[in-house]
């Protein structure tokens, strides 16, 4: 979808840019002053979690590209966003949420620090986020439009079944580029969802955005985000933000091109042999034990041909693209047509796993611990977020008895030792 705004401005830029052409002695931080860019809250820069004059400004410039109620920028990605919508739950009343199981670790580790409880929804399929909407009850669900495989959660069939009272959080880390193609989370009955910009938009890393469905909750949001983020937030990383406005009101054509162009390299690879998973626009998923390799060796293969993928696992690649840049087809198609297809790898299905619940996330988070041998870990009671990264997802959580299954799955993701509770 192509927004048409006639003028769009980028204050931030243009204050740096005015700046740094006076000339001024600076005898202000930061300390390294390589980059012209690289400021502190100086007078006139603004203050990002007391935004007023030009963050403000490219704040509410983004919010109209998005068709958002407003927007609160981030410079620590998906996580600040994160724990701003939590802590603004908690200070909504709420003290328990339910989350699709396969959730971000940043989840986790923001309901420890504020002692949310957590009822888990948990989907027919390893890592992904669509869970079955009858099973939502809760007034207050989180739950993440695109998993990392690129499977989708359906936030508009979510948003209709939640009663009119509830609060609908939703981790889009992945998906900022649905800005261009209509079906971003918070134009389909969202009320607050973290976008990490720098992911599929060319922004800097940790860049990213806060939607809200209600304007109102701008100054509470912002309040939260100062409760968790820095006190020096980058202002290249703001720039970039300001910057990426610019660059979604002018290049939503060559966006829906490159969404195009990923279509086509999909059809190319299956044409050649190679097993994709359904995902979403911005991604292609290789099931790699179809062509007789592990998703390992597929990308160790891409990598001596100079491709380095997003993630692999011992089961699928993933390749993810940006919006708004063209894919170098030809150089993909070139790769993998001189990757032979072996004979196929027998499946190894990943287990779901449902761990019984001894003490609160946060009771076992701060119980003493000691790290354990996988080996040694039968029965014992899980005192951290266990997540291999990517893609950061938690196998096991703080309060859970680690059974069999759970040390199967451990091994599986390369863990070999655990932190337990220290009985």
Wanted: one cysteine or more; aromatic letters at 8%.
């Amino acid at each position: 979808m192509c927004l048409n705004i006639a003028e769009l401005n980028t204050p931030i830029a243009d204050f740096l840019r005015e700046y740094n052409a006076h000339g001024f002695l600076r005898l202000h931080m930061p300390g390294g002053m390589s980059n012209p860019s690289d400021i502190t809250e100086i007078f006139g820069a603004d203050s990002l979690y007391e935004s007023s004059s030009i963050i403000l400004k490219s704040e509410q410039n983004a919010a109209a590209l998005f068709g958002s109620g407003g927007v609160c920028y981030s410079c620590s990605g998906s996580t600040l966003s994160i724990q701003a919508m939590l802590g603004f739950a908690k200070q909504q009343g709420f003290e328990k949420i339910a989350a699709g199981r396969y959730s971000h670790k940043s989840l986790v580790n923001t309901a420890i620090l504020l002692g949310l409880e957590i009822e888990w929804l948990y989907p027919e399929k390893y890592l992904s986020s669509q869970v079955e909407m009858s099973a939502l009850k809760s007034p207050c669900v989180f739950l993440t439009s695109v998993d990392y495989y690129g499977g989708e959660c359906d936030i508009a069939a979510a948003a209709e079944h939640l009663p009119d009272n509830a609060l609908l959080l939703v981790d889009n880390a992945h998906g900022a580029y649905k800005v261009f193609s209509g079906d971003h989370p918070i134009t389909k009955g969202a009320d607050l969802v973290a976008d990490s910009a720098h992911k599929t938009l060319p922004v800097l890393t940790g860049g990213g955005y806060l939607h809200m469905k209600e304007p109102t909750n701008r100054k509470e949001l912002k309040r939260q985000m100062s409760l968790f983020g820095t006190t020096s937030p980058s202002y290249l990383i703001l720039e970039s933000l300001d910057l990426c406005n610019l660059y979604v009101k002018n290049q939503c054509e060559t966006a829906l091109r490159s969404f195009k162009q990923v279509e086509q390299l999909k059809n190319a690879l299956s044409k050649m042999g190679f097993a994709l998973a359904q995902s979403d626009a911005m991604r292609i998923t290789i099931n790699a034990r179809e062509s007789g390799f592990t998703g390992f060796e597929l990308a160790a293969k891409l990598r001596e041909k100079f491709i380095e993928c997003e993630m692999s696992d011992d089961t699928f690649l993933v390749l993810i693209f940006s919006a708004g840049v063209l894919p170098v087809a030809d150089l993909i198609i070139r790769a993998f047509s001189e990757i032979v297809i072996k004979k196929r790898l027998p499946p190894k299905e990943h287990i779901i796993l449902k761990p019984k619940v001894a003490l609160p996330l946060r009771e076992a988070f701060y119980k003493k611990s000691r790290l354990t041998p996988i080996a040694n870990a039968h029965g014992r009671i899980c005192a951290e977020v266990t997540a291999p990264c990517p893609p950061g997802v938690p196998l096991i959580m703080p309060g859970e008895i680690i059974d069999s299954e759970c040390i199967e799955e451990l091994r599986r993701n390369g863990v070999e030792e655990v932190l337990t509770v220290d009985n």
